[in-house]
């Protein structure tokens, strides 16, 4: 299993296409959106600011994108150019396989989160203390988890054809409803009351309790783990699932 996780990092490090990508494209994306946000506007029904908000939104959206898209693409090719085939001809149980991918997934998201939090700084001039940085990047990595296990598990639910716009309906359908691309609180309010149980929403309110100055409360981060257990345990299930019927 150490063997295979190590082995996952640097296919990963090489792909230099991906990396490029993953770490440029949130960043693109926070210069596109932000510039028209404004560092005084709060967002409705709170104390953060807009130029705020969109900075852990946009890392977030960074990070999902870099282990959601990338793992369940790179798996349902995989599983047809015969790599977890050979995989299965060894001992490697179910959970080694998902850890491994869950790591590849987590060295392609800190710099992507990095580097969307420098470019904040320098072009939009956003300040947090030293510790709300680290503590930003420390629970939007931890948290980019848990849709590196739901992308192991795409992969193994869609074929090789299909796992793209699987993916992308996914994709756009969390960010949206759990609050990466606008505030909930715009939303009506039985979508609000759908999005609060959302990952997405979760992950996002870890990064934006940060911002001002609090901890993350307890019912995201449960939820976090929840959903983590779910899509990890799923990914692990359907890893066995696959052997069984090869």
Sequence with gaps: MTTLIRLEILRTLRNRKFMF?????????????????????KVPGTSLTLQNFYVVAMASFGALTAVLMGNSERIAKEREKGWV????????????YVLAKIASGAVVTLPCIVVVFIVSAVAKNVRFDAWQWL???????????VF???????????????VRPITMIIY?????????WMPTTVFPDWLQTVSTWLPTH???????????????????????????????GGA?????KDTLKA
Excluded at 30 to 35: D, H
Excluded at 153 to 158: D, M, S
Excluded at 172 to 180: D, E, M, Q
Excluded at 236 to 240: G, H, I, P, Q, S
């Design 21 to 41: 990508f993953s770490i440029l494209y949130p960043s693109i994306l926070y210069l596109i959106i932000a510039s028209g946000a404004s560092s005084t506007d």
């Design 236 to 240: 692990a299930y359907l890893y066995r």
């Design 172 to 180: 756009f359908g969390l960010s949206i409803l759990g609050g990466l």
């Design 135 to 145: 503590a930003l990047t420390g629970v939007i990595w931890a948290g980019s988890l």
């Design 85 to 96: 085939r050979q995989l299965r001809l060894t001992s490697l149980p179910g959970r080694g």
């Design 202 to 232: 979760a992950y996002a309110a870890l990064g934006q309790a940060v911002e001002m100055g609090n901890a993350p409360h307890s019912k995201d981060v449960a939820i976090l783990f929840a959903y983590f257990l779910l899509f990890s």
């Design 148 to 162: 590196a296990a739901l992308g192991v598990a795409i992969g193994y639910i869609a074929s090789g054809d299909a």
